[in-house]
């Protein structure tokens, strides 16, 4: 499914910020795990609080704490979910549309 120019929009704006790995957002082998800053990023564009995430992705909320403090690393299919609810588009579309 192709990105919409709002997802699009986003995603120039958050890498021009400069301080965004762009790489997070690539697809399957060539997917960069994100960095502290990267999760940290994309969390403050998901407009749900802490408690309404962890329900929505079936975490403990100690979980999404340790995303931020870059206590724990996140698997890609978590990233992508992220990404989508974040307005940045689903990676994982671009493995499936191949």
Known sequence: MALTPEQISCRQQLVAMGDFNAHTLLP?????????????????????T?????????????TICKWKSGETSMVYTTWCCLCWLAGLGMPLDNIISR
């Open 28 to 48: 399957g082998e060539e997917w960069t795990r994100p960095e502290n800053a990267d999760v940290r990023h994309v969390l403050s564009l998901i407009p749900l």
């Open 50 to 62: 802490d408690i309404q995430l962890a329900n929505r992705l079936d975490v403990d909320e100690r």
